[in-house]
């Protein structure tokens, strides 16, 4: 354990050395402070303008979906950065043969990441949510995202070669937060095209208070875990 404490002490020093790692790291919070503070005020700005009695409050969930995904897939990303930038430096293999051995590494790194990042989601979310999701669901939506966010951090390590490439993945990997976008824009079965994705059933979960799509989230979350293990494995091996 101490090993485990030492080595995911060293990546918060890393992170800290990297400005681009920091910002990261703090993108969910400005996030919840611009969505707690703007989303109300251009509401009202909107409403009185179109004299309408409507006009974002319908999306009022979807503003907290996107910072419950966002919390764990940044942290997730940069742990997945720290990861590239040892592989790079062969630190990897040095790390994977003392005491603190390979899955002491992945949980130093992913491990540990995803611990802070459940906690830190559902506090930042009840804190800065503009919905009236209940604690219940939004502690389990925040699992699901978790659990989405370390499928996105595989994806990341095992599609890249360095942090440059590990950056154009990232930005591919945000395809896995197009479902939540479905039950609020897209009617009829079309909707299910994005039900590959975990965050699609999450969606579903929060608008429809639906405790079988959260299962399914999380599930199927699980499945992309597995899916990707194998090869995140065989390149931090």
Known sequence: MRAICVSFAQMLRQMKQDAM?????????VTGI??????PVAENLLTDHFSTNTILSPY??????LLIILTPGMLNC??????????DDYMTAYLAVTPLGRLG???SRLGAANLMALP?????VW???????????????????????????????????????????AKMSALFNLGILAPYFLKGKVQ????????FWMAQAVHAVSWVSLAVSILLAILWIALLFNKFKRKIS
Do not use: H
């Not at 790692?21 to 919070?29: A, E, N, S």
């Not at 009022?60 to 979906?65: C, R």
């Not at 940069?78 to 592989?87: G, H, S």
């Open 34 to 39: 611009v969505f707690k503070l703007a989303v």
């Open 127 to 169: 804190f800065f949510r503009v919905s009236d999701i209940t604690v219940l669901m939004l502690i389990g939506a925040a699992l699901s995202g978790t659990m989405q966010g370390m499928a996105v951090a595989f994806l990341i390590v095992s599609l890249s070669a360095n942090k440059v490439e590990g950056m154009a993945a």
């Open 192 to 199: 299910y095209f994005l039900s590959v994705f975990p965050s």
């Open 120 to 124: 830190l989601s559902v506090a930042l």
């Open 60 to 65: 009022y969930e979807l503003f907290d979906l």
């Open 21 to 29: 790692l920091t910002i990261i790291v703090f993108v969910p919070f």
């Open 105 to 107: 590494y992945l949980i």
């Open 78 to 87: 940069a742990a997945a950065m720290v990861m590239l930038e040892e592989a």
